[in-house]
């Protein structure tokens, strides 16, 4: 892809940034904002997800992760708190998110499996970037001015094994569940009758977003993959000098010269593609997943609606008891306009952020980029500049002095 392609690419992301949907005004939406904008300029809730620990028993293997919870807040009994946690009840937590706060929009986790780590799925390589991702996972819900204070999130952080397991159970049972996912998806099914425009301009701002980021991301992952082969190459080349060093005994200094400034650039390499895959490509991969992430908002607002467009179409054609069927539409208008406000609200919140994680992503891998090729070039820069000076000397030795 060439250069002319990048920047039409960046245009076209930059224009899609340039959505702005419209901010509720009524009195009853401004409460139902929750302070998105007021967020608190001090923090008060710090999070580390760290050394991960293997368990094996006879029925199964999985890895833990120690999350150590600091907090002056008042609601807390302690100041500091440790557990431990294994993926399955980070999964639990997003979906207890997803639950309770259904148009909000909940960090993405890592994927299950990741495709190079379907087989080898606990090597360290694999262990490190998801621990990396639970990190982020768990400190952008302490950073969101509403999921911070969820109480399924605190009992994450705080209750030992044994009360998480108890706190799990008092869920809905799983008759309760089915029957809200067939209701769901029924209505998924039914459709919304007239979506808001705003929401019509979000969802085509997620369709275009999730087919650029995608793009990316892809691209991304080739470059990687394609300097990880360049790397590999170079590490051969140095050797290769001083071993041909050892048959050409007029170009020893200046094969092992060579071999320096290959070692110098390879080592420099090293330093581009750690970056590339710690800065750049968890970034990217994080929007990936937050792409599909908004898709599955966008379907939980519809459902609202499309229930509360289900009993209007009742009262219409009087197809239950009326007094009821209002006072039920009564309550859905409500749950509605608190669905679309909670998502307006954190859309804007959302976009500011991809914006801004972006755009600091691609700002520092090109400010690596331009160190990278300055140190090559200065590298070898200096060793053609003594080599020069060494010719210099060589022929002033051999000119004939003059009488």
Wanted: charged share 30%.
């Amino acid at each position: 892809m060439g250069f002319s392609e990048y920047k039409n690419m960046d245009a076209s992301l930059m224009d899609m940034n340039s959505f702005s949907p419209m901010m509720p005004t009524s009195p009853l939406s401004m409460i139902n904002q929750i302070k998105f904008e007021d967020e608190p300029d001090l923090k008060d809730l710090f999070i580390t997800v760290d050394e991960p620990e293997s368990h094996v028993t006879t029925i199964e293997t999985f890895i833990t992760y120690r999350i150590i919870t600091k907090t002056s807040r008042g609601e807390f009994d302690s100041s500091e708190f440790e557990v431990r946690r294994r993926y399955q009840d980070f999964l639990w937590l997003k979906g207890k998110l997803e639950e309770a706060h259904p148009t909000l929009i909940i960090p993405p986790l890592p994927e299950k499996f990741i495709v190079k780590g379907m087989v080898e799925r606990f090597n360290d390589d694999f262990i490190e970037t998801r621990r990396k991702a639970l990190h982020k996972f768990l400190n952008r819900i302490a950073d969101h001015p509403t999921l911070t204070f969820n109480e399924d999130f605190k009992v994450f952080l705080t209750a030992q094994a044994w009360e998480l397991s108890s706190h799990k159970k008092q869920g809905p049972g799983l008759l309760s569940r089915m029957g809200q996912t067939v209701r769901a998806v029924a209505l998924s099914m039914r459709g919304v009758k007239s979506r808001p425009e705003e929401f019509m301009e979000m969802n085509n701002f997620i369709e275009v977003f999730s087919q650029k980021i995608n793009l990316i991301d892809k691209i991304s992952q080739r470059i990687y993959k394609e300097e990880r082969e360049y790397s590999d190459e170079m590490k051969e080349y140095g050797p290769i000098h001083i071993l041909w060093s050892a048959s050409e005994e007029d170009l020893v200094d200046t094969l092992k010269g060579i071999a320096s400034c290959i070692d110098k650039c390879s080592k420099a390499t090293e330093k581009r593609m750690s970056g590339l895959s710690e800065a750049l490509l968890p970034v990217v991969h994080e929007y990936v997943l937050y792409s599909e992430m908004l898709m599955g908002v966008m379907k939980r607002r519809d459902q609202i609606q499309a229930e509360l467009d289900s009993k209007v179409e009742a009262l219409t054609y009087k197809k239950a008891d009326t007094d009821l069927l209002t006072e039920e539409i009564g309550k859905l208008e409500d749950k509605v306009e608190c669905a679309n406000n909670a998502l307006k609200a954190d859309w804007e919140r959302w976009r500011h952020n991809m914006q801004n994680d972006i755009k600091s992503a691609f700002t520092d891998m090109a400010e690596e980029n331009i160190q990278y090729y300055e140190q090559c070039l200065a590298t070898w820069e200096s060793f053609l500049a003594s080599q020069t000076d060494l010719h210099l000397e060589e022929t002033s030795e051999d000119k004939p002095e003059s009488h």
